[in-house]
């Protein structure tokens, strides 16, 4: 009788632990938990600081015969050598803002090399030269842009010197001297073609004698 006696006691005990869990997943459902305001808070001030951390970057792309500007964002204590990589890296992939992009397909990075004077040597794979299909308009602007993304945004540079697989080239279409570091080249050229100048609106710069050293035709 005993043993029978005390026979309800399993059961109570099961229907009080089923009742109790049931209840913990009703009631968590019901009324949640107030959200961590401290986990919140830290996780705004985290994304403050990499807001802070970030600069923004002037990408100067040929777009509908005149140079159009868009900006890229890049972390801010970036060694300059590697902003000038990321630079040309998004130049390369063409302007996000048109149809159509006035880069030359598939073309790529292939090194990247400062001088003690501060000229940098980009070069480029050969499609950079390859698959341009321009007039001479079309060789400034892509030269021009180029230069003005990379003197906008890299501050320890004095000109900039294009190299196609790791060899000088003397032109890439046939209009304008490739041989020649960019600065003195493009503005010389700047006087032959001042409605193309754009975003980057600079002053064209002296003509004469120059200008024929740089053109081609």
Do not use: C
Not at 2 to 10: D, E, R, T
Not at 70 to 88: F, G, L
Not at 112 to 117: A, E, I, N, T
Not at 183 to 208: C, H, I, N, W, Y
């Amino acid at each position: 009788m005993a043993s029978k006696k005390y026979l309800w006691i399993p059961a109570f005990l099961l229907l009080f632990t089923v009742g109790m869990t049931g209840g913990y997943f009703y009631f968590s459902k019901k009324f949640p938990s107030p959200p961590d305001r401290i986990g919140a808070k830290e996780t705004e001030e985290k994304i403050g600081r990499a807001i802070e951390d970030m600069f923004t970057l002037r990408i100067y792309y040929p777009a509908g015969g005149r140079l159009q500007m868009e900006e890229r964002k890049a972390q801010r204590k970036t060694p300059q050598m590697t902003v000038a990589e990321a630079v040309i890296s998004e130049f390369l992939k063409g302007p996000v803002n048109v149809s159509v992009s006035e880069i030359p397909k598939d073309a790529k990075l292939i090194g990247l090399y400062k001088g003690d004077d501060g000229m940098l040597y980009v070069d480029l794979s050969d499609e950079f030269r390859r698959n341009f299909g321009g007039d001479a308009a079309a060789e400034f602007l892509l030269l021009r842009g180029l230069y003005e993304s990379l003197i906008s945004n890299v501050y320890d540079i004095t000109d900039v010197k294009i190299l196609i697989e790791g060899r000088e080239m003397e032109s890439l279409g046939g209009h304008l001297y490739l041989s020649y570091p960019l600065k003195d080249m493009v503005s010389s050229a700047s006087a032959r073609f001042p409605e193309q100048l754009g975003a980057a609106g600079e002053t064209p710069g002296p003509t004469g004698d120059k200008e024929s050293k740089f053109n081609f035709r």
